[in-house]
C-alpha cells in the first residue's frame, strides 16, 4: 500500500519541476538517459495537450453561446417592436412599460454573456459586419455611410451573431 502512495505521489510531482538526471546516473547507464528523454517527450506532449484541449473548449464554448443567442435574437426584435407600437390608453402604456422592463432584462443577459450590439448609423459600409438592403441617393452624409439600422446585427467578441441590416448612402 505504500508502494502506492509513493507512485501517487510521484505522478502528482511530475508535472510540476523538471527531473535533471545527476552525472552519477547518466554516464553509467545510457538506458536512464535514453528513459529521461522519453519522459521529457511525453511531458511536453501532454503540456501541448492541455493547451489544445483548453483552447478547444474555449472555441466550443463561444461557438455554443453564439449559436443560443442568435436563436434568441428574432424574440429581441419583437420586444423592441412591441415596445414601438403606439397607444394612449392606461393599458397600452402599462403593457409597454412591462415589455420595457423585460427587455431591459433581456438586454442585461446578452451584455453578461459577452454579446455586444454592432454599431451602424454614421459608420461606414463594413460587409463583414452590415447586409445593405437598401441604397439611398443623400448628399448630405458620405458614400457607403450607414443612415438607417432596419435590424441590429449582434457579435460575440470577434465571432458574427448577426449581421446588422442596414439602409447606405450612395
Given at each position: 500500500?505504500?508502494?502506492?502512495?509513493?507512485?501517487?505521489?510521484?505522478?502528482?510531482?511530475?508535472?510540476?519541476?523538471?527531473?535533471?538526471?545527476?552525472?552519477?546516473?547518466?554516464?553509467?547507464?545510457?538506458?536512464?538517459?535514453?528513459?529521461?528523454?522519453?519522459?521529457?517527450?511525453?511531458?511536453?506532449?501532454?503540456?501541448?495537450?492541455?493547451?489544445?484541449?483548453?483552447?478547444?473548449?474555449?472555441?466550443?464554448?463561444?461557438?455554443?453561446?453564439?449559436?443560443?443567442?442568435?436563436?434568441?435574437?428574432?424574440?429581441?426584435?419583437?420586444?423592441?417592436?412591441?415596445?414601438?407600437?403606439?397607444?394612449?390608453?392606461?393599458?397600452?402604456?402599462?403593457?409597454?412599460?412591462?415589455?420595457?422592463?423585460?427587455?431591459?432584462?433581456?438586454?442585461?443577459?446578452?451584455?453578461?454573456?459577452?454579446?455586444?450590439?454592432?454599431?451602424?448609423?454614421?459608420?461606414?459600409?463594413?460587409?463583414?459586419?452590415?447586409d445593405a438592403v437598401m441604397h439611398v441617393?443623400?448628399?448630405?452624409?458620405?458614400?457607403?455611410?450607414?443612415?438607417?439600422?432596419?435590424?441590429?446585427?449582434?457579435?460575440?467578441?470577434?465571432?458574427?451573431?448577426?449581421?446588422?441590416?442596414?439602409?447606405?448612402?450612395?
Amino acid at each position: 500500500m505504500e508502494e502506492t502512495n509513493n507512485n501517487v505521489n510521484e505522478a502528482e510531482n511530475i508535472g510540476e519541476a523538471p527531473i535533471q538526471p545527476t552525472e552519477a546516473n547518466t554516464e553509467s547507464n545510457p538506458e536512464a538517459e535514453e528513459y529521461y528523454a522519453q519522459l521529457q517527450r511525453v511531458m511536453a506532449d501532454f503540456d501541448n495537450y492541455r493547451k489544445r484541449t483548453a483552447k478547444d473548449k474555449e472555441s466550443l464554448y463561444s461557438l455554443i453561446s453564439s449559436e443560443i443567442i442568435g436563436e434568441f435574437l428574432p424574440v429581441m426584435d419583437n420586444l423592441e417592436k412591441s415596445i414601438n407600437t403606439k397607444g394612449d390608453d392606461e393599458v397600452s402604456k402599462a403593457w409597454r412599460d412591462g415589455i420595457n422592463m423585460i427587455h431591459r432584462q433581456f438586454n442585461d443577459v446578452l451584455i453578461k454573456l459577452g454579446a455586444e450590439e454592432i454599431k451602424t448609423v454614421g459608420e461606414k459600409f463594413d460587409p463583414a459586419l452590415h447586409d445593405a438592403v437598401m441604397h439611398v441617393d443623400d448628399d448630405s452624409v458620405g458614400e457607403g455611410i450607414i443612415v438607417e439600422e432596419l435590424r441590429k446585427g449582434y457579435r460575440l467578441k470577434d465571432r458574427i451573431i448577426r449581421h446588422s441590416m442596414v439602409k447606405v448612402a450612395n
